[in-house]
């Protein structure tokens, strides 16, 4: 089955990290949407199931499905609970039907960069946010950074009036449309999957997304150019079903877990690297980036921060604080 996977996979152009499982080994199913390499978490996912594969051979096997050649992140979620995968990392945007708590991750221009992203991962408080979702059946497994976002559109975007009357895509995020609507934009929400086209047949006329993303999914190719405003985390919950962890056995769930944590670490060490390279990918292809200059900046800020107040009893106070102070 799993060559009829991977001939499948091959046949539709994309690649997967496909395992050949034996039988007897428990099979470990890990959707995402994103492209199989050259993009954080692609290469996460791929360098995780390696890890597995080698180090759990005979007790369990990990297959990675890239692309949503599986599940979408709307899909995948439920997915989880009915055991058809066992892994998934969507972004923290997309959680809304399942906790509140996590809008704090898309406060517009909360990070000054990765780096007090990392310290903020590593915080209680960010530890503690890894079970928002406990309640409703799932158990997250670590942060996996992906990058700052970036504004694409078919025309320039250089102070965020220039987006007044645009349509933008955004992820499953409230936090996303208040920050769009700030601008004088309106918003709309497509699976990830969709956006390359929608960008295309000008449903939309914009899109927010890590360098990573851009480059790997062409968007630069179908817009205008990209804006670099760094205005939002982009960071996904390795999420996993509850049921199915405490259904391991000990040994091997330590094991697991293990793993899991130091794939974690590595995959956040590499997250600026891959970025500053996917940037560079997208000059070298023709692509066009603006920068902005400080109070171009500064006016972004003055746009978008003041949303932050439409959050709060939702994200507390606290959260905000304890994110806030990884930033010096
Ligand atoms: C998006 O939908 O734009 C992102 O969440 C996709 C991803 O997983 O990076």
Redesign the pocket.
């Known amino acids: 089955l799993a060559t009829a996977l991977t001939l499948g996979a091959l046949a539709l152009g994309t690649q997967t990290a496909m395992a050949q499982c034996d039988d007897g080994e428990m099979v470990i199913k890990f959707a ?3 492209a199989a390499s050259g993009h954080p ?1 692609g290469d996460a996912a791929t360098l995780f199931a390696d890890r597995v594969n080698e180090e759990m051979n005979g007790v369990a096997c990990m297959e990675v499905f890239p692309n949503s050649t599986l599940f979408d ?1 709307d899909k995948v979620m439920e997915a989880l609970l009915l055991g058809d995968v066992q892994l998934a990392a ?2 923290l ?2 959680f809304e039907a399942y906790t509140l708590k996590y809008r704090l991750f898309d406060l517009p221009f909360l990070f000054s960069d990765l780096d007090a992203v990392s310290r903020f991962f590593a915080t209680d408080t960010a530890k503690d946010l890894l079970l928002a979702t406990e309640e409703v059946g799932y158990t997250g497994l670590g942060y996996w950074s ?1 990058g700052m976002k970036q504004f694409s559109a078919n025309k320039p975007l250089i102070l965020p009036e220039d987006g007044n009357g645009l349509k933008f895509r955004i ?1 499953t995020s409230d936090v996303a449309e208040a920050m769009i609507g700030a601008m004088g934009g309106s918003a709309q929400k497509l ?2 999957s969709e ?1 390359y086209g929608a960008l295309q047949t000008k449903v939309v006329d914009g899109q927010e ?2 360098w990573s ?1 851009i480059y790997t999914q062409k968007f630069f190719e179908v817009q205008d150019g990209i804006t670099e405003t760094n205005h939002q985390l ?1 960071a ?1 919950l390795l999420v996993t079903s509850t049921e199915w962890l405490e259904s391991l056995e000990p040994d091997v769930r330590d094991q697991f877990l293990k793993i899991a944590e130091e794939a974690t670490v590595s995959a956040n060490n590499s997250v600026a690297e891959q970025e500053a390279k996917n940037r560079q990918n997208i000059l070298d292809a023709g692509g066009t980036i603006r920068e902005l200059n400080e109070e171009q900046r500064a006016a972004w800020v003055a746009v978008m921060k003041p949303v932050w107040a439409e959050f709060e009893a939702d994200v507390g106070t606290d959260n905000i604080a304890a994110a806030e102070a990884a930033n010096t």
């Open positions: 995402h949407v994103v978490k992140d969507p972004s945007s997309k992906s992820q699976a990830f956006v997304n890590t993303n982009l996904y």
